[in-house]
């Protein structure tokens, strides 16, 4: 399955995780689901039934302030866009039926990137530790803009990092009234070529149709609507591609990378006890040279 996780969390520069309701009443009606437990288990011959979900993956939702995404947009408008800094070159986005499509890059070293990347890096480690319970700290390390407009789409692909794990991301940060119009739940299907998915995201983790999900094997993709303000996190393999629209107007999102950094704890739940011997050798080792060098540079 795949899980969203809106779970609480501090402030984020402005931005806050929606709170999960559904989970925290969960979490008030505990009694009530015991008794209820406890009656089914009266009624089906003293059968104890538990079931447990296979999880697959997390994409974590996280809706930015409207302040905040002004703020963004002006800072595009007024230094990204002027500069011309194309990232273009490392990049699949066919992004070229407008004079203005374009993907640029947006540096983290002056006050608004520096100001982004406490918030994104805040988001990442969130993401970690709420949604995989993993001790370990998420770093960006690249961001960039995408501009596009009608006929620009973005092919099937994942993302890379320098780290074993990763994190990839998006925030859409203005959508065309024609893909605003469309239902996010596509009530009629994508038959009779509707366009009910057109500038939709594409989130793909398998391969399985129609027939394995009656057989009861898990879906493995999904169609999501772009709404302004809204980011979503996951990891950086999950493949994904963005659908062309057809109307007047930008799509503009905002894509980002980070390297996943796990503590010495995290590492060595992973480790046997040979693994574990040799790593503090290392480490030890590392210190030994890295003093040395100090008292022969004093």
């Known amino acids: 399955m795949v899980k969203i996780f809106d779970g609480t969390s501090d402030d984020l520069g402005g931005g806050q995780l929606k709170r999960n309701e559904a989970q925290e009443k969960a979490v008030e009606d505990a009694t009530t689901l015991a008794k209820e437990e406890a009656e089914h ?22 809706e930015i302030p409207e302040d905040i995404i002004s703020e963004i947009n002006t800072h595009i408008d007024d230094v990204i866009i002027p500069s011309k800094k194309s990232y273009g070159s490392g ?54 803009t995408n501009h596009a407009y009608a006929g620009d789409y973005n ?19 203005k959508v065309p009234e024609c893909i605003e119009k469309l239902d996010a739940a596509i009530p009629e299907g994508i038959n009779n070529a509707n366009g009910a998915i057109d500038g939709f995201t ?27 303000g809204t980011m979503l996190v996951f990891p950086n393999w999950l493949k994904h591609q963005v659908l062309p629209f057809f109307g007047e107007g930008e799509r503009r999102s905002m894509a980002f990378n980070w390297n996943v950094h796990d503590s010495e704890r995290e590492m060595k739940k992973y480790m046997s006890e040979n693994e574990k011997e040799k790593y503090d050798a290392a480490v030890a080792a590392k210190k030994g040279n890295s003093r040395d060098g100090q008292i022969r540079g004093h």
Request: hydrophobic share 40%; charged share 25%; proline share 4%.
């Open 91 to 144: 990049l699949v986005g066919q992004l070229k039926e407008n004079e203005r499509s374009a993907q640029w890059e947006f540096p983290m070293d002056d006050e608004v990137g520096s100001t982004l990347k406490q918030i994104l890096d805040q988001v990442g480690t969130t993401y970690l530790r709420k949604g995989y319970m993993r001790d370990a700290k998420a770093e960006v390390f690249n961001c960039w």
């Open 41 to 62: 288990e009266e009624k089906n011959f003293g059968l104890k039934v538990a079931l447990r979900p296979i999880k697959t993956l997390i994409v974590m939702k996280v």
């Open 155 to 173: 092919p099937f692909h994942d993302h890379g990092v320098q780290t074993m794990a990763g994190l990839s991301g998006f925030l859409w940060l």
């Open 202 to 228: 594409h989130l793909i983790w398998g391969t399985n149709s129609r027939k394995d999900i009656l057989q009861l094997k898990p879906q493995t993709e999904e169609y999501v609507k772009p709404e302004v």
